[in-house]
DNA sequence: TTGGCCTGTTGACACGTTTTAATACAGCCG
DNA sequence: CGGCTGTATTAAAACGTGTCAACAGGCCAA
């Protein structure tokens, strides 16, 4: 039943009659050994309990069977999409997926990679938290294979993104079609490409429209959740609400929808709002949000399958940047 | 720089000039060698990008320096709040998480805890899926902490919950009070224990005020997120829709909520809507939703303080059981 | 000077598995 | 009967680190 310490492969082996070699067959081709010692050898394992030990098996082999997926913000429900695209590519193929949290911090970015690096995990999956990919390089140089997420690359790593450039005008373009003058954008840091792009996309839509750049007051707050949103609608409240607000995501957003109602601003009659990556919450808002949907679970599961095609045939692989179109969504929060 | 294959503890040391094992004592216990030394071999390590094989270190040291975090759903928010209490333990400790989700399935749960056996984890912390511990105490006999998360242990094993039949208590008395006659009960499906138990406490709340159980309509769906919402409130306006309805989790109540508005009943004009977690995105739904909320950030934390306390002193360690209390907090849908 | 102690360092082995080359054996054909 | 092919199994050599007993050398007290 249960032993103690630690029930080895050779116990196996001396219990079924036959070598260690042969368990081990047993567990990784099955197809190479006679019906009748597998037999055996499945009793074995199962009268004893024995689970195979993933350090020794990993050490041996030079390889996990495991990929890390570095994310900014585990809270995020579009990262739990993504999560969600690459958990079910991934245990199709029975590797493992380890979940880390940057929190948008790069000093964690780099803890986590270190442990993946540790790890010795095949490949990662990541949105970088800056513009620093040297670190990135780095492992790829040591032959791990490296993606980026909602993240374009410049040529010598595969990505995976959607235009957030066209984001940013999409939903600009909507505002101001809608009537709007006076707009904000509310954002995270802008050492977050995200937001730079989307904030670039804002920018073409208002040149395009004809009015200066000017027209789109910034409102940088230091964290993409509702807490800033609330904060950034405090801030908006000081200075003026203008006709229309666009935010970096869809947290932000919730939050500034919150802190307005609580001061009494109307959605949309006094100020329309727009959003960014259509979670599912935010067809649900006290003021259902309008918002930029990107095929988030598309974003993980194409990741995915490019990483392990990269793992599987590291020399024929030549690298690969896709970049999805995102797509407006209006709701009542921009009527 | 990048070396490409696999530079190990010996290359630094030969670079240093030391032996592997003072190399090792670097890494491990710093304090132990000299501080001359200590400098050359961390910059042989800086020099030749060195990054210790983590599978090594485990196989050698008998356990890793991780442990395991199973839930039932990674979508939902509060395993989200409960992952990042347990992450700022484990990281002041330099340990790391291995975030696994059992989507409610006692078969993905089986093969989560079989991974993370195999990888030898120091602890599990995991929120089971269903009444069978039997795999969580053999885990425990093979020397793997377990502490069970929002989910309350008999006495062989450590837990941190909360007193769901309070909760529900709480819920059904609060919307009782409120005048309702007619109640439906929304929950995932009943192998779960936490929808048991608050059906429990719902139950206890009606025959406190000398109501009958029929009085109590339970609505049973296969998912506990909006979708079950949806599909819950679906059957209910086919059936006839109650004055009050309370939900299993938060999820379900903004699915209901959702459903309901698109077939033009009112909360909490029509039917008052209570959920449980008081998730984030509760206060700020369409309706502003009530809710039972539970200390979910001091669940993770505290469970996991009990855990790295049973794994350091694992004979000298006398299993605990904690609960907390519910709290009801009243907002917009049940007003 | 000798003996003892403390601090730093070393060398060799062990951890549990995978893998490869070698071995045993049966069956087949010439 | 001998050589050959193919299949099933084995023995032994890694993989890269941690540990621990042993050791070197400097210093102080006797």
Redesign the interface.
Known sequence: M?T???VGIKEVAQRAGVSPGTVSNVLNRPERVAVATRARVQQAIREL?F?????????RA?Q?RAIGLVVLD??N?FF??V??GV?DVVSDRDH?V??C?SGESPGREARNL??L????VRGVLITPADEDLSMLE?LR???VAVVLVDHPATGDLCSVSVDDVAGGDLAVTHLLDRGAERLAYVTGPLGIRQCVERRKGARRALRNAGLPARALEDVVVPEMN?GGGALAAEKLLAGGVPDAIFCANDLLA??V??ALAQAGVRVPDDVALIGYDDI??S??????LSSIRQPTYQLGKIATELLLEECDDPSGHAHQQIMFQPELVVRESSR
Chains 1, 2 share one sequence.
Request: proline residues 4%; charged residues 20%; without cysteine.
């Open positions: 249960s103690l310490g630690t309990g689970v195979r030990n993933g350090s020794a098996a990993t050490l030079g996990s585990v809270g429900p739990v999409e999560a969600r958990e493992a380890i979940l949290n270190r442990v690096a540790e790890q010795r780095g140089d040591r032959g509702a919730l939050g929808l919150r599912e919450f067809s649900a808002a006290a003021v259902p």
